[in-house]
């Protein structure tokens, strides 16, 4: 039996639709998670089907540990699932985080994260009652620096690094009153 996050919450936008993960999104992500286009989620070119498959099994367990976790972002038109974004905060991260992946390449680019990570910043302000959320970018990923920027969020560099032996840009989101 495969089992099934129970009792999660679905959010819909205007083209996607938001849930927990399930069986059968790690044929989506794990053809990203080996390509050259995750190296800033721990995954990569040399990155082989174990490790993959782990990752994705953190993005679902963190739901059971916190409750909450990285939605999978299903295109509304055709039911694939593109990539994840959400609520985040491992043990150790100093912060709670919104973070994103774009899965699949031919969706970058086409303001579906945007949409996404708009959706799931109200999700965590009204519903999880954060009172602030950063989210951490490696310096070389110009993709996400932009949407962070597009997002009205700023760089603020006076938080504290997640894994200070390897620091990041720390952006800032706009808080829930603006």
Not at 73 to 83: F, N, Q, W, Y
Not at 126 to 146: C, H, M
Request: aromatic share 10%; hydrophobic share 40%; net charge negative.
């Amino acid at each position: 039996m495969i089992g099934v996050l129970q009792d999660t919450p679905v959010i819909e936008t205007e083209r996607l639709i938001l849930r927990a993960p399930q069986a059968g999104d790690e044929e989506a992500f794990i053809p990203f998670a080996m390509s050259a286009r995750a190296e800033f989620i721990g995954g990569g070119a040399e990155c082989d089907l174990g490790l993959a498959w782990r990752i994705m099994a953190i993005i679902a367990g963190h739901w059971t540990i916190r409750g909450y976790g990285s939605f999978v972002l299903v295109d509304k038109a055709t039911g694939t699932p593109i990539g994840s974004a959400g609520p985040w905060h491992p043990a150790g991260w100093p912060e709670q985080e919104l973070g994103w992946t774009i899965w699949n390449a031919d969706y970058e680019g086409t303001g579906l994260a945007h949409e996404a990570v708009l959706a799931l910043r109200h999700y965590v302000y009204e519903t999880l009652k954060w009172p602030t959320a950063v989210s951490y970018i490696d310096e070389r990923n110009a993709r996400s620096i932009a949407l962070a920027e597009r997002l009205g969020c700023r760089l603020d560099k006076a938080a504290e690094q997640p894994k200070p032996e390897s620091p990041c840009l720390i952006y800032r989101h706009p808080g829930p009153a603006q």
